[in-house]
């Protein structure tokens, strides 16, 4: 992602007094209902396994394993390949050794978009890119910018599959809950040089949010809102950068108003506000389409941005947690 302009608006339990207390507490403390920071832990050290750049051998074998772990899940799966055209880096121009080679080739990307029917004809969407941005002089892992995100989504299916098996015969509607819900991977938000637009001005490609901007294509004008497989979409959250141990959010410019006041509404101990800081990452495409988007990120702590101390040294996974009960508690508002 690449930021545009920048201006900012703003235990152990102890004794239990009687048995009953304690029941709730422990009961509280085992909610399947909750995000689990262990199991953050495990997709997260799965993240950072290797690096996994669009089109290489290593995220094409970690789509599969996400396909799979969502599936088992019982989410309805599908890989939306894509082709798309990218800088060429083993060409002379762009300081490779091929005198012949054209600075740009195209290449293939997989999205990996999956889906839990709800009851009411309406789609919530919740995104983030699971590529990391290739390297040829460093192990660039990602774990906090696109590792975050994708534990969060993966732990986000489990518990809304738990919910809705756990809620089966509630009566009330009208939620973002109800919506059919959408995890959206995208593939190949990372930019192949160095810098955002370095593809623009060198070569005359877009080098950026692959994936995104092909899924944004799929979408559909109706007559009640923006719409994917003919169902409007009532909110699109794409995630980004938010598992730092020194976490700090950012809703940015350009997110829907409202759906902004419903979010922070809902904050406990997640340090989150609403800023006039515009940020270009994979929300960009279904802004200029007028889908209602919130775009949530970290951008005060950029130590280890794009650096090979992006590694799981500096994530919390409670911070994970935390920001994804709270995107839950969201999801049970009306909408």
Known sequence: MKLKRFSILFGVLGACVNLVWCSVAVAKQQDPQLFNAQKIDQAMRRFVKAPHPMASAEQKKYTQELKANLTKEGWEVQVQKFK????????????????????????EGENLIAFLKGSERCLVMVGGHYDTKPYSNMKFLGANDGGSSTAAMLELARVTKQIRKDEAT??????????????????GEEAT??????GERLVGVQDNIHGSRAFAEKLEKQFDGIAYNGLPIKAMLIIDMIGHKNQNLFITRGSHPQLAQK?????TTTKISAVNLMIEDDHVPFVQMGVPVLHIIDWTNLNEWHTDKDTLDIISNQHIADFGNMLVRFLKQKR
């Not at 798309?84 to 080739?105: Q, R």
């Not at 509630?170 to 593939?187: E, I």
């Open 263 to 267: 979010f922070l509404s809902q904050r």
């Open 84 to 107: 798309t055209k990218i800088p060429n880096v083993s060409a002379e121009k762009l300081g490779g050794k091929d005198k012949k080679a054209n600075p740009v080739k195209e290449v």
């Open 193 to 198: 040089l160095a810098e955002w637009n370095d």
């Open 170 to 187: 509630k009566s009330d509607a009208g939620r973002y809950m109800d919506c059919t819900l959408g995890l959206a991977f995208f593939d």
